[in-house]
């Protein structure tokens, strides 16, 4: 693997491992000026996984300050 390309997976491990999880935007903000090849996508996402970091969707992602699994029933 290349430098910039394992330096793009730890700032995503790093990040992910913050709060367990990252969104799609999440990781385009953090790789937006690195380029990581369609074909290498795969080594990224397992890479996280096997982190135990999940990558979600935007509308699954927690709001920041919400505690996963805590709802307002109100």
């Known amino acids: 693997m290349s430098v910039k390309f394992d330096d793009a997976i730890k ?7 913050k709060k367990g999880y990252l969104s799609y935007t999440e990781m385009n ?10 074909d290498r996508m795969d080594q990224v996402f397992l890479a996280l996984e096997d982190q135990g970091i ?3 969707d935007d509308g699954e992602a927690p709001a920041e300050g919400v505690i996963a699994g805590e709802e307002d029933d109100e």
């Open 11 to 17: 700032l995503l491990i790093e990040e992910g491992r």
């Open 29 to 38: 903000q953090l790789l937006e000026d690195q380029f990581i090849p369609p």
């Open 54 to 56: 999940e990558v979600l």
